[in-house]
């Protein structure tokens, strides 16, 4: 850990010498208690500036830390910000997640932004004193339950794809089916899950977008997920899809039955157009 904590050491001296940085915190792995860093983690880093862009268009900034191999620019997992990405030349991955300065004051009260705080932060400079208003470190938030109109919304989205998917197979566009099987309905059925095993286990951690689903989801549905992914082969893409809306549909009850929410997808209908689709 030497290596990172002399990186570590860079920026905060780099932040402190530059007026448009306001500053640098380090979230993630390498801050919070509970499944640490360990070998293969890589370093999230904060850095609140006056321009996020002019980070973000040019990286020889990062030269300042090492010799980059690798770097571009996406959206954060949280907060819809900007951050830049970098592969040292030593094999360790840092994300600088770029935040307007304008904005500092209100991301303690990001509802995702927040949780990802509470899990644990470490201020490597603070000109703005943040500190006095970031959530304590501690347990997360918990995950918010749906109302009826958020678990509609999900559960006619899910249905609605898993036929659009059919269709998408059925054309021969077997790529594109395995994408909508595999990556889209999976994110829908994922959200559904941590909402289902927080009905169920109230205290359940269960992180963000399927993050350590192997700690927290159900054996039963672990199980389950084994066969609800495809080869790519529109047999094999067919069977996945069953497999995904059987899942789905099962977690779907079960949670409406904790939550004493109303089913409002037509199950029955909805399946006979996919066997009439996947005939």
Not at 72 to 92: N, P, Y
Not at 93 to 98: E, P, R
Not at 145 to 173: I, N, S
């Amino acid at each position: 850990m030497e290596h990172i904590e002399t990186l570590l050491a860079a920026v905060a001296v780099w932040a402190r010498q530059r007026h448009d940085i306001h500053a640098a915190l380090v979230v993630g792995s390498h801050a919070r208690v509970e499944v640490p860093a360990d070998q293969w983690s890589d370093i999230d880093i904060v850095l609140v500036v006056d321009d996020p862009m002019a980070y973000a268009a040019d990286g020889s900034w990062l030269a300042t830390f090492g010799r980059p191999l690798l770097t571009f620019t996406e959206s954060t997992a949280v907060g819809g910000f900007i951050e830049r990405r970098v592969l040292f030349d030593t094999g360790q991955d840092v994300d600088f997640a770029l935040l307007p300065a304008g904005a500092a004051k209100q991301i303690a009260t990001h509802p995702e932004i927040a949780q990802v705080l509470g899990r644990g932060f470490r201020v490597l400079v603070d000109k703005l004193n943040l500190h006095q208003t970031l959530p304590p470190c501690g347990a997360p938030m918990l995950l918010a339950q749906p109302d009826a109109a958020v678990f509609g919304q999900l559960t006619h989205d899910f249905w609605y794809h898993a036929l659009w998917t059919a269709k998408k197979l059925q054309r021969g566009e077997v790529w594109v089916a395995k994408q909508g099987c595999d990556c889209y309905l999976k994110a829908l059925l994922v959200r559904l899950l941590a909402w289902h095993r927080q009905a169920s286990h109230p205290q359940v951690d269960t992180w963000h977008e399927g993050r350590f689903l192997e700690r927290w989801a159900d054996r039963r549905t672990l199980l389950d997920l084994r066969s609800a992914y495809a080869s790519y082969d529109a047999i094999d893409v067919a069977r996945a899809l069953w497999a995904t809306v059987n899942l789905f549909e099962r977690l779907e009850r079960e949670c409406a039955e904790h939550l004493g929410l109303e089913l409002t997808v037509a199950h029955d209908e909805i399946r006979e157009h996919l066997r009439a689709v996947l005939a």
